[in-house]
């Protein structure tokens, strides 16, 4: 049997209460643990062996080995987190916090500290 | 005296159908007499990218066929490369396969009803549909770390387990949503407007459905029982369920099947938390593939198939996706002969169209 006007109850409770969308930039946005925002990298434990940069699927990571950087272009990055399983060392790591817009295509270069040299007994 | 035919272009930009599918409708006045369909809009040619991305790599590239069902794709696409290494995905890799599985079924079903409400102009439904939804988007957030596209899948398991307090914490959040699906199913099947624009409109008779080889709820509203996910892929052999049909064969009857779809996505999840064993999730995969699969799956919109070829190397020779979407638009056209022009719109969205994954 059909029925008249079903959606009216929920049509006036919708009237009465508060938004489910929160207004975001005056209220900050909460990201889950797991959430796959930007790639991070803690480049003194790097061994800088390529394989994030050999294994990245928009090819946007670039390890040079001579100079010691880790370069990473944010805007081609698509956050896979593919980089973050087949890392060695586990010094990359995926966290929370999406990449912020801009005007032009920035390359984000993490540089390794050079080795304390060991002092001869 | 013969009355004079005029075409009306439809698509690919319109505003009920965010989707770029063009067709020429013939009408004789305001009834469609022909239909005739051309896609090709949005290729992008995502298959022939496995001459560049290795057969892990590609995992990424596959997932991003479609915004919707980008786990099934990922899933699909690591199981044929399973099947042709010989690689045995542990026990609860295949459960939580499963369990996504699942919630991508209902996030699907819940965006459609929301678009099919939009499609007959009843918006505030349209936003509730959507908001529901929105639970299901947070979920797979918590869980995967991505609301749209998951990586969590890779050949040989899962990358992402899910603690059990996570789960359980899903299922409860679950029974909420199940609560609210009722409200929302009670306006969807028994609303006076509602019924009268899907009662009887877009008939495919079970003959004509299997003819034209629909596939998913488009077939299963027309009576035939045919559900890939009883050949038991992930952990489907597992679980108990019976095949959804409707002898209805209308619009009234896919809304209807795909609601009842919902409920029972909910409790195949239920079922799956209940059964998951602990364990690993994944087994390292070594070498690379040589032969070649075909693999089903059971996509919200309706069987996908997969078929992958390697020889030997890190790129595989040849990959192929078949979407069901586009076994679906030949059912399509046969009902749009005889409808009113009125009701285009909402027929092509009873067959839940995703023209960007059916054209890769």
């Given amino acids: ?121 | 005296m013969a009355s004079k035919k005029s075409v009306v272009p439809f698509g690919p930009q319109h505003p009920v159908l965010p989707e770029p599918i063009h067709l020429d409708l013939v009408l004789d006045d305001e009834k469609v007499v022909e239909a005739i369909p051309s896609i090709g809009f949005v290729h992008r040619g995502l298959e022939s990218l496995v001459k560049k991305k290795d057969f892990k790599e590609m995992q990424y590239v596959v997932e991003r066929t479609c915004g919707i069902c980008s786990f099934m794709h990922g899933m699909t696409y690591c199981e044929t490369i399973e099947h042709i290494m010989d690689v045995e995905v542990p026990v609860r890799g295949r459960y939580l396969r499963t369990i996504w599985c699942e919630m991508s079924r209902l996030h699907s079903h819940m965006l459609w009803l929301g678009l099919l409400a939009d499609a007959f102009g009843f918006e505030s439904l349209f936003y509730q549909c959507w908001r529901m939804r929105e639970q299901i988007l947070d979920m797979f957030e918590a869980s995967t770390g991505g609301r749209v596209i998951f990586s969590v899948n890779a050949p040989g398991g899962v990358l992402k387990d899910m603690p059990s307090d996570m789960l359980h914490a899903f299922v409860e959040k679950l029974d909420g949503f199940e609560t609210e699906l009722h409200k929302i199913a009670d306006i969807f099947l028994n609303d006076y407007t509602v019924l009268t624009r899907l009662k009887g409109v877009g008939i495919l008779t079970p003959e004509e459905a299997h003819d034209l080889g629909a596939a998913g709820p488009m077939l299963r509203a027309s009576g035939i029982a045919r559900d890939t996910r009883k050949l038991g892929y992930a952990a489907y052999g597992d679980l108990d369920f019976d095949i959804i049909t409707s002898d209805d064969c209308d619009s009234f009857a896919r809304c209807d099947v795909r609601i009842r779809e919902m409920y029972q996505s909910i409790q195949l999840i239920k079922q799956a938390v209940d059964k998951i064993p602990e364990g690993d999730i994944a087994v390292p995969v070594k070498g690379n593939p040589e032969g070649e699969y075909f693999m089903r799956v059971e996509q919200p919109r309706g069987e996908a198939i997969y078929y992958a070829k390697g020889n030997g190397t890190k790129f595989l020779e040849r990959i192929r996706i078949r979407t069901p979407t586009f076994a679906n638009i030949p059912a399509l056209l046969k009902t749009l002969k005889g409808c009113q022009l009125s009701d285009v719109p909402l027929l092509i969205l009873t067959i839940d169209p995703c023209i960007s994954c059916t054209e890769r």
Avoid at chain 1, 13 to 36: C, D, G, I, Q
Avoid at chain 1, 52 to 69: L, Q, Y
């Fill in chain 1, 1 to 121: 049997m059909p029925k008249f006007m079903p959606f009216a109850g929920t049509m006036l409770k919708n009237l009465f209460s508060k938004p489910v969308t929160t207004s975001y930039p005056e209220k900050p946005a909460v990201y889950p643990e797991r959430s796959r925002g930007h790639v991070e990298i803690a480049v003194d434990q790097c061994i800088m062996c390529g394989l994030c940069s050999r294994n990245c699927p928009p090819r946007a990571i670039t390890v040079d080995r001579a100079a010691g950087t880790w370069t990473i272009n944010r805007f081609d990055c698509v956050q896979c987190g593919y980089c973050t399983e087949v890392c060695p060392k586990k010094c990359l790591t995926i966290i929370p916090g999406y990449q912020t817009p801009g005007t032009e295509k920035k390359e984000a270069v993490y540089h390794k500290p050079a080795p304390e040299k060991k002092e001869e007994a």
